[in-house]
């Protein structure tokens, strides 16, 4: 059986084809603005003009005939209306020429699947860490419940506006991760966690006011540490708490190193196993729609409509 996913939530859109859940291809393009954050309107642009010739791509690299799809699977949400509607609208083009059902995929729990799939966890506590979604999700009662998340920005994004401010270009994550390794002196910064939840937003205020007074890579350095360390503490109190014995982490901010680290030295203080989800499958892509699609493939049909707010424990998992 042949499932196509199509990711377009926020700036990347991708395409991805799984043959009885195993990926054959995964193609994409990711919107970059001049300056500044996403524009919602640019985003969907991109997605519009690109996403003919990344299908196009990701079919080929596959070898695989637009004919022979047998179900289409599109991110429904959560993400950036405009954005959504670019990959909806083409699930709802390609199932009405072709005559095939369409299924809508949770973004975030496209995420779990695929890294639960790479890491072979039957049941990881998962730290979901991207531009605008910050959660710490675990498997209860045939739901995915997000046990803690940020009370205000998601991590990519504080990094991102920390970026923007420290004159790095979006997305920032990278080239701060590579500040930080240069970085020796640690600035104290706020620490907040609340119950199982994290904040971020005050970093940023507290940023603007001393980042003139460090070098760069200490800012960097001290940024990474801090909220780093915010997300393995939450992240080990839900481990204990949900008495799960695996993690893993994903998201396009589980491409850093630091964090990894991080996370591995917890479970290896807990006695329990880590993995690091690899490079391709950590951001956005359509792989992990088109792999999600498939494990709801005898369940869930649905209109090609977005959800703009699907949140994560509001999809009941019947594939589980
Ligand atoms: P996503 O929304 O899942 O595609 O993730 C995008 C976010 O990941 C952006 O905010 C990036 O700044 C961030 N990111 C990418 N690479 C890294 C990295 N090496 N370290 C930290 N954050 C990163
Ligand atoms: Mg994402």
Redesign the pocket.
């Known amino acids: 059986m042949y499932v196509l996913g199509i990711e377009s939530t926020?700036?990347?859109f991708g395409v991805g084809i799984v043959e009885d859940g195993e990926v054959l291809s995964n193609e994409r393009d990711?919107y970059k603005p001049a300056s500044g954050g996403i524009i919602p309107r640019e985003a969907a642009l991109h997605h519009y003009t690109l996403g003919p010739s990344i299908l196009k791509a990701a079919l080929k690299r596959a070898g695989v005939g637009i004919k022979e799809i047998d179900l289409f699977a599109f991110a429904r949400g959560p993400g950036i209306l405009s954005c959504l509607k670019t990959g909806a609208q083409m699930a709802a083009f390609l199932s009405a020429k072709y005559g095939r059902e369409v299924v809508g995929v949770n973004h975030c729990i496209a995420?779990i699947e695929i890294a639960r799939k790479c890491s072979g966890f039957a049941d990881p506590l998962m730290l979901y860490?991207?531009?605008?979604?910050t959660q710490i999700i675990t498997f209860q009662n045939g739901r995915y419940v997000v046990f803690g998340e940020t009370q205000d920005i998601?991590?990519?994004?504080l990094?991102?506006k920390v970026?923007r401010r420290l004159g790095i270009p979006?997305?920032?994550?990278?080239k701060?991760?590579e500040y930080a390794k240069a970085g020796k002196h640690y600035i104290k910064m706020p620490y907040s966690i609340k119950g199982m939840d994290v904040s971020f937003s005050g970093i940023e205020t507290f940023i603007s006011r001393v980042q003139n007074e460090h070098r760069i890579e200490d800012v960097c350095f001290s940024l990474q540490e801090t909220v780093f360390s915010m997300l393995i503490e939450a992240s080990e109190r839900a481990m204990a708490y949900c008495k799960k014995d695996s993690m893993i982490i994903a998201?396009?901010?589980a491409?850093?190193?630091r964090?990894n680290e991080m996370g591995k030295m917890m479970c290896g203080e807990r006695g329990s196993s880590f993995a690091r989800i690899p490079m391709e499958y950590?951001?956005?892509n359509g792989a992990m729609i088109a792999y999600t699609g498939y494990l709801m493939r005898d369940y869930d049909r649905q209109l090609p409509q977005p959800k703009p707010n699907f949140r994560t424990d509001a999809e009941v998992i019947k594939y589980r």
């Open positions: 926020a700036h990347t990711v995420h860490v991207s531009g605008g979604n998601g991590i990519g994004n990094l991102d970026g979006f997305p920032a994550g990278p701060i991760e998201g396009g901010v491409a850093n190193t964090l950590a951001g956005d």
